[in-house]
């Protein structure tokens, strides 16, 4: 069994229009390890791991809404994320879209609480 505390495994999940926008790969990466240096500098004896990277076949619908419960309930092009995150054990799921608004300002994130 891992230990949960001190290791956070993410799920991350593309858009077509991100893939199409540029090099997910190494964005994504660059994500992880900049977050995780930011754990080291302030002292928090926590990691986030790579569970999983999955090219969905999800188009942005250009609100974060939207798109936050297309990728929890399975909306068109998300279907397997629910399936996915189970089976790659994966804490936290992000949606990388390259469009995004939240109440009809550019926004960065959206997240359930």
Not at 31 to 57: K, Q, W, Y
Not at 67 to 83: I, P, R
Request: glycine letters at 8%.
């Amino acid at each position: 069994m891992r230990d949960s505390s001190a290791h956070v495994r993410v799920m991350i999940v593309t858009s077509q229009d991100t893939r199409l926008a540029g090099n997910v790969g190494s964005d994504a990466q660059l994500m992880l390890d900049e977050t995780n240096e930011a754990f080291a500098n302030s002292g928090a004896p926590t990691r986030i791991v790579l569970a999983h990277r999955f090219d969905s076949n999800y188009w942005d619908s250009g609100v974060l809404e939207t798109d936050l419960d297309n990728l929890t309930f399975g909306g068109t092009g998300l279907t397997q994320g629910a399936s996915k995150r189970a089976t790659q054990d994966a804490d936290i799921v992000v949606l990388i879209v390259e469009n995004a608004t939240y109440l009809g300002s550019p926004a960065c994130g959206l997240a359930w609480r």
